[in-house]
């Protein structure tokens, strides 16, 4: 049972950040040139599992969104008070037609990132729930129609450590992303974002 505990406490302490950045109009080139070479510093500090840029996406919403996430808020804290990560936001503050606005997400709730979200508003609890069940649901009859028979004469504890093991990255990296995706429409409602 502690390895599953563990698994999930892991999870929990998992922290995504959004950065949105408004540029001014014709620095844009220069802009995502300095923010990807931030991006490639940030991987080089323990904890980070990633990030991903994404452009504006309309005329209406004209923000860059960076977004990336480190194991806990220590490792952040260690990215965001370096001397590395200090000197690259010099670099291209002078680009921002305004400061940029952070939103940091903790927990289970960084599955239901949308980079178009700003400020990140998490989804009602019972959408979560829902959401993450329709993820859960198939793939755990997946694991079990696939390996059921190899799994079945391990002790109890090795099976469930192994079965979590390999469920909560697919459920973090490759799921939770893609769902969240395709039920932004319910999980998001168009009047909530506009109120965002």
């Known amino acids: ?8 406490e892991d999870i929990d302490k998992v922290v995504t950040v959004v950065v949105s950045r408004r540029v001014k109009p014709g620095s844009e080139a220069e802009f995502e040139k300095l923010s990807t070479a931030m991006s ?17 996406a309309t005329a209406d919403d004209p923000e860059y969104r960076i977004v990336f996430k480190f194991r806990s808020q220590e490792d952040l804290e260690h990215w965001q008070n370096s001397p590395e990560r200090l000197a690259h936001l010099e670099s291209f503050e002078k680009l921002l037609v305004a400061p940029a606005k952070t939103e940091v997400l903790s927990g289970m709730v960084t599955w239901f990132t949308l980079p178009t979200q700003n400020p990140v508003q998490p989804p009602a ?6 959401v993450s ?53 319910w ?3 168009k009047q909530e974002q506009s109120r965002s």
């Open 1 to 8: 049972m502690n390895h599953v505990t563990s698994a999930t």
């Open 40 to 56: 490639m510093a940030a991987t080089q500090f323990p904890g980070h599992l990633g990030s991903n840029m994404f452009r504006p």
């Open 125 to 130: 609890k019972y959408k979560m729930t829902v």
């Open 133 to 185: 069940w329709l993820a859960l649901y198939p793939t755990v009859s997946i694991i079990f129609l696939v390996f059921g028979g190899l799994l079945e004469p391990l002790p109890l504890l090795l099976r469930t450590m192994m079965i979590t093991g390999v469920l909560m990255p697919l459920m973090s990296y490759v799921l939770m992303p893609r769902f969240t995706r395709w039920f932004a429409f």
């Open 187 to 189: 999980l998001y409602p």
